[in-house]
Protein backbone atom coordinates (compact mmCIF):
# COMPACT_ATOMS: atom_id res chain seq x y z
CA UNK A 1 0.00 0.00 0.00
CA UNK A 2 1.49 3.64 -0.59
CA UNK A 3 1.44 5.89 2.03
CA UNK A 4 0.25 9.19 -0.07
CA UNK A 5 -1.27 12.53 1.43
CA UNK A 6 -4.17 11.99 -1.04
CA UNK A 7 -3.84 10.13 -4.14
CA UNK A 8 -6.02 11.66 -7.08
CA UNK A 9 -8.33 8.05 -7.01
CA UNK A 10 -8.41 7.35 -10.62
CA UNK A 11 -10.35 4.45 -10.20
CA UNK A 12 -11.72 4.39 -6.75
CA UNK A 13 -13.10 6.71 -4.51
CA UNK A 14 -12.78 6.20 -0.24
CA UNK A 15 -16.63 6.73 1.27
CA UNK A 16 -16.28 10.38 2.68
CA UNK A 17 -13.93 11.66 -0.50
CA UNK A 18 -15.36 13.82 -3.32
CA UNK A 19 -14.53 13.48 -6.94
CA UNK A 20 -12.06 15.87 -7.45
CA UNK A 21 -13.54 19.44 -6.80
CA UNK A 22 -12.40 22.92 -5.84
CA UNK A 23 -12.92 24.26 -2.21
CA UNK A 24 -15.80 26.40 -3.26
CA UNK A 25 -17.48 23.59 -4.88
CA UNK A 26 -17.00 21.30 -2.19
CA UNK A 27 -18.11 23.94 0.32
CA UNK A 28 -21.36 24.48 -1.60
CA UNK A 29 -22.17 21.21 -1.61
CA UNK A 30 -22.05 21.55 2.32
CA UNK A 31 -24.35 24.30 2.43
CA UNK A 32 -26.91 22.93 -0.15
CA UNK A 33 -27.05 19.50 2.22
CA UNK A 34 -26.86 21.66 5.24
CA UNK A 35 -30.36 23.43 3.68
CA UNK A 36 -32.01 20.39 2.74
CA UNK A 37 -31.46 18.57 6.01
CA UNK A 38 -32.90 21.23 7.95
CA UNK A 39 -35.83 22.11 5.48
CA UNK A 40 -36.84 18.11 6.24
CA UNK A 41 -35.94 18.09 9.61
CA UNK A 42 -38.55 21.46 9.83
CA UNK A 43 -40.99 19.61 7.95
CA UNK A 44 -40.74 16.65 10.58
CA UNK A 45 -41.12 19.02 13.56
CA UNK A 46 -43.96 20.37 11.42
CA UNK A 47 -45.81 17.31 10.81
CA UNK A 48 -45.79 15.60 13.83
CA UNK A 49 -47.01 18.64 16.03
CA UNK A 50 -50.27 20.08 13.35
CA UNK A 51 -53.38 18.69 12.72
CA UNK A 52 -53.52 19.96 9.09
CA UNK A 53 -52.89 16.68 7.61
CA UNK A 54 -55.29 13.81 7.85
CA UNK A 55 -53.81 12.14 11.35
CA UNK A 56 -53.16 8.50 10.22
CA UNK A 57 -50.92 9.68 7.20
CA UNK A 58 -48.39 11.78 10.08
CA UNK A 59 -46.49 8.35 11.11
CA UNK A 60 -45.91 7.46 7.55
CA UNK A 61 -45.07 10.89 6.73
CA UNK A 62 -42.50 10.99 9.63
CA UNK A 63 -40.78 7.30 8.40
CA UNK A 64 -40.78 8.99 4.99
CA UNK A 65 -39.24 12.29 5.90
CA UNK A 66 -36.52 10.77 8.07
CA UNK A 67 -35.73 7.70 4.87
CA UNK A 68 -35.22 11.03 2.67
CA UNK A 69 -33.01 13.16 5.16
CA UNK A 70 -30.77 10.37 5.86
CA UNK A 71 -30.31 10.10 1.73
CA UNK A 72 -29.59 13.86 2.18
CA UNK A 73 -26.93 12.90 4.36
CA UNK A 74 -25.65 9.98 2.72
CA UNK A 75 -24.63 11.82 -0.88
CA UNK A 76 -24.31 15.47 0.84
CA UNK A 77 -22.05 14.92 3.93
CA UNK A 78 -20.55 10.75 3.29
CA UNK A 79 -20.78 11.91 -0.65
CA UNK A 80 -21.60 8.12 -1.22
CA UNK A 81 -22.82 8.71 -4.83
CA UNK A 82 -24.02 6.08 -7.85
CA UNK A 83 -20.93 6.52 -9.80
CA UNK A 84 -19.05 3.63 -10.81
CA UNK A 85 -15.59 5.03 -8.74
CA UNK A 86 -17.83 4.23 -5.56
CA UNK A 87 -19.31 0.31 -6.25
CA UNK A 88 -17.31 -0.47 -3.25
CA UNK A 89 -19.19 1.49 -0.98
CA UNK A 90 -22.23 1.10 -2.47
CA UNK A 91 -22.40 -2.14 -2.11
CA UNK A 92 -21.73 -1.93 1.40
CA UNK A 93 -24.25 0.42 2.02
CA UNK A 94 -26.47 -1.82 0.42
CA UNK A 95 -25.59 -5.18 2.31
CA UNK A 96 -26.00 -3.67 5.39
CA UNK A 97 -29.47 -1.73 4.51
CA UNK A 98 -31.02 -5.16 3.79
CA UNK A 99 -29.26 -6.51 7.38
CA UNK A 100 -31.01 -3.32 9.01
CA UNK A 101 -34.50 -4.14 6.91
CA UNK A 102 -34.21 -7.69 8.15
CA UNK A 103 -33.55 -6.83 11.71
CA UNK A 104 -36.37 -4.00 12.32
CA UNK A 105 -38.53 -5.53 9.96
CA UNK A 106 -38.27 -8.81 11.25
CA UNK A 107 -38.42 -8.16 14.68
CA UNK A 108 -41.69 -5.95 14.64
CA UNK A 109 -43.35 -8.35 12.46
CA UNK A 110 -42.62 -11.21 14.43
CA UNK A 111 -43.13 -9.42 17.88
CA UNK A 112 -46.38 -7.82 17.21
CA UNK A 113 -47.96 -11.81 16.21
CA UNK A 114 -46.67 -12.55 19.31
CA UNK A 115 -48.14 -9.37 21.25
CA UNK A 116 -51.53 -10.18 19.31
CA UNK A 117 -51.83 -13.70 20.33
CA UNK A 118 -50.81 -13.74 23.90
CA UNK A 119 -53.69 -13.76 26.09
CA UNK A 120 -53.39 -10.73 28.25
CA UNK A 121 -51.33 -10.77 31.28
CA UNK A 122 -53.54 -10.65 34.26
CA UNK A 123 -55.08 -13.96 32.54
CA UNK A 124 -51.06 -15.33 32.94
CA UNK A 125 -50.62 -14.68 36.58
CA UNK A 126 -54.36 -15.88 37.29
CA UNK A 127 -53.69 -19.10 35.80
CA UNK A 128 -50.56 -19.57 37.44
CA UNK A 129 -52.11 -19.08 40.66
CA UNK B 1 -13.93 -2.76 -8.29
CA UNK B 2 -11.42 -4.69 -6.89
CA UNK B 3 -9.40 -3.61 -4.80
CA UNK B 4 -6.54 -6.04 -5.94
CA UNK B 5 -4.04 -5.76 -8.63
CA UNK B 6 -6.00 -7.72 -11.88
CA UNK B 7 -4.59 -9.44 -14.57
CA UNK B 8 -4.84 -9.06 -18.03
CA UNK B 9 -7.14 -6.96 -20.21
CA UNK B 10 -10.22 -8.29 -19.23
CA UNK B 11 -10.66 -7.84 -16.28
CA UNK B 12 -9.47 -4.42 -16.46
CA UNK B 13 -13.60 -3.41 -16.98
CA UNK B 14 -15.39 -5.89 -14.67
CA UNK B 15 -18.72 -3.76 -14.67
CA UNK B 16 -18.46 -2.94 -18.22
CA UNK B 17 -18.73 0.87 -17.73
CA UNK B 18 -16.81 1.35 -20.41
CA UNK B 19 -13.74 2.80 -18.40
CA UNK B 20 -11.02 0.38 -19.01
CA UNK B 21 -8.41 0.89 -16.35
CA UNK B 22 -4.88 -0.45 -16.08
CA UNK B 23 -4.86 -1.87 -12.19
CA UNK B 24 -1.48 -0.31 -11.02
CA UNK B 25 -1.65 -2.61 -7.90
CA UNK B 26 -3.42 -2.72 -4.75
CA UNK B 27 -5.66 0.51 -3.94
CA UNK B 28 -4.23 3.71 -1.70
CA UNK B 29 -4.01 3.18 1.81
CA UNK B 30 -6.32 5.93 2.28
CA UNK B 31 -9.48 4.27 0.32
CA UNK B 32 -8.70 0.84 2.42
CA UNK B 33 -8.99 2.87 5.44
CA UNK B 34 -11.58 4.52 5.03
CA UNK B 35 -13.54 1.97 3.23
CA UNK B 36 -12.47 -0.71 6.23
CA UNK B 37 -14.02 2.12 8.54
CA UNK B 38 -17.01 2.73 6.59
CA UNK B 39 -17.58 -1.21 7.13
CA UNK B 40 -17.43 -0.71 11.16
CA UNK B 41 -19.72 2.31 10.73
CA UNK B 42 -21.98 0.05 8.55
CA UNK B 43 -22.01 -2.81 11.25
CA UNK B 44 -22.23 -0.20 13.98
CA UNK B 45 -25.82 0.69 12.17
CA UNK B 46 -26.63 -2.35 12.17
CA UNK B 47 -26.54 -2.84 16.23
CA UNK B 48 -28.39 0.28 16.57
CA UNK B 49 -31.20 -1.18 14.32
CA UNK B 50 -31.20 -3.72 17.23
CA UNK B 51 -32.02 -1.12 19.66
CA UNK B 52 -34.18 0.25 17.25
CA UNK B 53 -35.94 -2.75 16.68
CA UNK B 54 -36.46 -3.40 20.57
CA UNK B 55 -38.07 0.46 20.89
CA UNK B 56 -40.57 -0.38 18.41
CA UNK B 57 -41.58 -3.38 20.19
CA UNK B 58 -41.18 -2.12 23.65
CA UNK B 59 -42.67 1.51 23.00
CA UNK B 60 -46.16 0.18 24.07
CA UNK B 61 -45.58 -1.49 27.64
CA UNK B 62 -45.20 1.04 29.54
CA UNK B 63 -46.32 -1.17 33.14
CA UNK B 64 -48.32 1.55 34.18
CA UNK B 65 -45.63 4.02 34.00
CA UNK B 66 -45.22 7.45 31.43
CA UNK B 67 -45.80 7.17 28.05
CA UNK B 68 -43.63 8.64 25.60
CA UNK B 69 -45.86 11.77 24.98
CA UNK B 70 -45.66 12.73 28.49
CA UNK B 71 -42.27 12.90 29.09
CA UNK B 72 -40.32 13.97 25.78
CA UNK B 73 -40.30 17.46 24.98
CA UNK B 74 -39.89 18.74 21.26
CA UNK B 75 -38.60 22.08 22.18
CA UNK B 76 -35.03 20.25 23.34
CA UNK B 77 -35.24 17.51 20.87
CA UNK B 78 -35.25 20.41 18.10
CA UNK B 79 -32.68 22.36 19.40
CA UNK B 80 -30.55 18.92 20.12
CA UNK B 81 -31.10 18.09 16.18
CA UNK B 82 -30.12 21.43 15.07
CA UNK B 83 -27.29 21.22 17.55
CA UNK B 84 -25.76 18.36 15.74
CA UNK B 85 -26.97 18.91 12.28
CA UNK B 86 -24.85 22.07 12.34
CA UNK B 87 -21.62 20.09 13.85
CA UNK B 88 -21.94 18.04 11.01
CA UNK B 89 -21.79 20.68 8.51
CA UNK B 90 -18.78 22.47 10.38
CA UNK B 91 -17.13 18.39 10.82
CA UNK B 92 -17.19 18.99 7.04
CA UNK B 93 -15.45 22.53 6.64
CA UNK B 94 -13.14 21.13 9.12
CA UNK B 95 -12.39 18.05 6.86
CA UNK B 96 -11.99 20.50 3.83
CA UNK B 97 -9.72 22.50 5.72
CA UNK B 98 -7.76 19.80 6.67
CA UNK B 99 -7.39 18.63 2.96
CA UNK B 100 -6.32 21.95 1.93
CA UNK B 101 -3.76 21.92 5.46
CA UNK B 102 -5.38 25.28 6.63
CA UNK B 103 -4.77 24.82 10.19
CA UNK B 104 -6.90 27.98 11.42
CA UNK B 105 -10.25 26.76 9.27
CA UNK B 106 -9.57 23.71 10.56
CA UNK B 107 -9.32 24.22 14.37
CA UNK B 108 -12.17 26.71 14.17
CA UNK B 109 -14.30 23.93 12.55
CA UNK B 110 -13.35 21.17 15.08
CA UNK B 111 -13.80 23.84 18.10
CA UNK B 112 -17.08 24.82 16.88
CA UNK B 113 -18.42 21.04 16.09
CA UNK B 114 -17.19 20.27 19.71
CA UNK B 115 -18.72 22.78 21.63
CA UNK B 116 -22.28 21.57 19.54
CA UNK B 117 -21.52 18.25 20.46
CA UNK B 118 -20.90 19.55 24.07
CA UNK B 119 -24.27 21.22 23.92
CA UNK B 120 -26.01 18.17 22.87
CA UNK B 121 -24.37 15.94 25.46
CA UNK B 122 -25.17 18.51 27.83
CA UNK B 123 -29.60 19.05 26.63
CA UNK B 124 -29.42 15.15 26.45
CA UNK B 125 -27.72 14.33 30.25
CA UNK B 126 -30.28 17.06 31.64
CA UNK B 127 -33.29 14.86 30.24
CA UNK B 128 -31.89 12.11 31.69
CA UNK B 129 -30.92 13.53 34.83
CA UNK B 130 -34.73 14.71 35.25
CA UNK B 131 -36.27 11.73 33.95
CA UNK B 132 -34.26 9.59 36.66
CA UNK B 133 -34.89 12.11 39.17
CA UNK B 134 -38.69 12.19 38.21
CA UNK B 135 -38.76 8.46 39.06
CA UNK B 136 -38.98 7.32 35.94
CA UNK B 137 -35.15 6.19 35.17
CA UNK B 138 -34.16 2.97 32.51
CA UNK B 139 -35.58 0.58 35.30
CA UNK B 140 -39.23 1.81 35.61
CA UNK B 141 -40.71 0.31 32.39
CA UNK B 142 -39.72 -1.55 29.39
CA UNK B 143 -40.75 1.02 27.33
CA UNK B 144 -37.79 3.36 29.22
CA UNK B 145 -35.47 0.61 29.17
CA UNK B 146 -35.37 0.59 25.53
CA UNK B 147 -35.41 4.95 25.72
CA UNK B 148 -32.43 4.68 27.59
CA UNK B 149 -30.12 2.31 25.90
CA UNK B 150 -30.98 3.72 22.37
CA UNK B 151 -30.68 7.20 23.14
CA UNK B 152 -27.79 6.78 25.35
CA UNK B 153 -25.59 4.49 23.41
CA UNK B 154 -26.20 7.44 20.70
CA UNK B 155 -25.07 9.76 23.54
CA UNK B 156 -22.09 7.52 24.50
CA UNK B 157 -21.23 7.30 20.70
CA UNK B 158 -21.37 11.33 20.31
CA UNK B 159 -19.01 11.31 23.87
CA UNK B 160 -16.78 9.21 22.28
CA UNK B 161 -16.90 10.99 19.24
CA UNK B 162 -16.20 14.54 21.16
CA UNK B 163 -13.14 12.47 22.92
CA UNK B 164 -11.41 11.73 19.52
CA UNK B 165 -12.54 15.17 17.95
CA UNK B 166 -10.37 16.80 21.00
CA UNK B 167 -7.17 14.20 19.98
CA UNK B 168 -7.53 15.18 16.30
CA UNK B 169 -7.13 18.70 16.70
CA UNK B 170 -4.22 17.33 19.32
CA UNK B 171 -2.75 15.32 16.78
CA UNK B 172 -2.69 18.34 14.29
CA UNK B 173 -1.24 20.52 16.47
CA UNK B 174 1.26 18.04 17.05
CA UNK B 175 2.18 16.01 13.97
CA UNK B 176 0.72 18.68 11.58
CA UNK B 177 -1.54 17.48 8.29
CA UNK B 178 0.55 14.48 8.20
CA UNK B 179 -0.72 11.99 5.73
CA UNK B 180 -1.94 9.27 8.68
CA UNK B 181 -3.56 12.22 9.98
CA UNK B 182 -5.35 13.19 7.47
CA UNK B 183 -6.33 9.58 7.31
CA UNK B 184 -7.53 9.63 10.89
CA UNK B 185 -9.13 12.77 10.48
CA UNK B 186 -11.28 11.19 7.54
CA UNK B 187 -12.43 8.43 9.49
CA UNK B 188 -13.32 10.75 12.04
CA UNK B 189 -15.36 12.81 9.49
CA UNK B 190 -17.28 9.51 8.78
CA UNK B 191 -18.16 8.77 12.04
CA UNK B 192 -19.98 12.14 12.91
CA UNK B 193 -21.70 12.39 9.82
CA UNK B 194 -22.87 8.37 10.86
CA UNK B 195 -23.74 9.60 14.16
CA UNK B 196 -25.84 12.55 12.72
CA UNK B 197 -27.71 9.66 10.37
CA UNK B 198 -28.19 7.59 13.55
CA UNK B 199 -29.71 10.37 15.25
CA UNK B 200 -32.61 11.51 12.53
CA UNK B 201 -33.77 7.98 13.24
CA UNK B 202 -33.80 8.56 16.70
CA UNK B 203 -35.52 12.02 16.75
CA UNK B 204 -38.14 10.41 14.15
CA UNK B 205 -38.71 7.18 15.51
CA UNK B 206 -37.90 7.86 19.43
CA UNK B 207 -39.26 11.62 19.81
CA UNK B 208 -41.56 12.31 17.25
CA UNK B 209 -43.68 8.80 16.47
CA UNK B 210 -43.21 8.06 20.26
CA UNK B 211 -44.34 11.37 21.27
CA UNK B 212 -47.20 10.73 19.66
CA UNK B 213 -48.38 7.43 21.16
Excluded at chain 1, 79 to 88: A, F, K, L, W
Aim: with cysteine; hydrophobic share 55%.
Amino acid sequence: MSDQAHVPASHDLAPGDEEQHSVGARIVGYVVGLALALLLTATSFFIAGTDLVWQPSIPVALIVLAIAQMGVHLVFFLHITTGPDNTNNVLALAFGLLVVFLVVGGTVWIMGHLNANMPPMDQIMKTRM
Amino acid sequence: MAMTATVGHAHADPHHIGLVIEHPGPAPKRIVTAYGFWVFLLSDIVMFSCFFAAYAVLSGQTAGGPKGSEIFEQRNVAIETVCLLLSSFTCGMASIAADVHNRFWFYLGMAVTCVLGLIFLAIEFNEFADLIARGYGPSRSAFLSSFFSLVGCHGLHVSAGVLWLLTMMAQVFAKGFRADVLRRMMCFALFWHALDIIWVGVFSVVYLLGGSV
